[in-house]
Nanobody, 130 residues
Framework: QVQLVESGGGLVHAGGSLRLSCAAS????????VGWFRQAPGKEREFVAA????????YYTDSVKGRFTISRSNANNTAYLHMNTLKPEDTAVYYC???????????????????????WGQGTQVTVSS
């Protein structure tokens, strides 16, 4: 079993920045990809960003490209989502997840695998005021 815990959410003005963290514990293997998803009120959960197990490849949804950066520290079993130039439409509960994967390329197939994983965090609220 792998446990994931997100932190770093909060209230920020439009144009501001936040850094979310996702700490993994339990039976953690290094060969796992990490993803960030978000769910706004009344909307379905949507993909935000993904990173391969070695951190060598990343993939983003179009609406956050150039503003968000996903990274990871395998030494600390922690992944991050750096969010800059935040907009009110970024307001949502943000979830991290993890899936066993040896792929070296982050893209739609990896996102599909992340959607199906059973390893999800509890979520952290991000609210961006206008």
């Amino acid at each position: 079993q792998v446990q994931l815990v997100e932190s770093g959410g909060g209230l920020v003005h439009a144009g501001g920045s936040l850094r979310l963290s996702c700490a993994a514990s339990g039976r953690v293997s290094r060969r796992y990809a990490v993803g960030w998803f978000r769910q706004a009120p009344g909307k379905e959960r949507e993909f935000v960003a993904a990173i391969t197990w070695n951190g060598g490849s990343t993939y983003y949804t179009d609406s956050v490209k150039g503003r968000f950066t996903i990274s990871r520290s395998n030494a600390n079993n922690t992944a991050y989502l750096h969010m800059n130039t935040l907009k009110p439409e970024d307001t949502a509960v943000y979830y991290c997840n993890a899936a066993m994967s040896t792929t070296l390329v982050a893209g739609p197939p990896l996102v599909s695998g992340l959607r199906a994983t059973r390893y999800w965090g509890q979520g952290t609220q991000v609210t961006v005021s206008s």
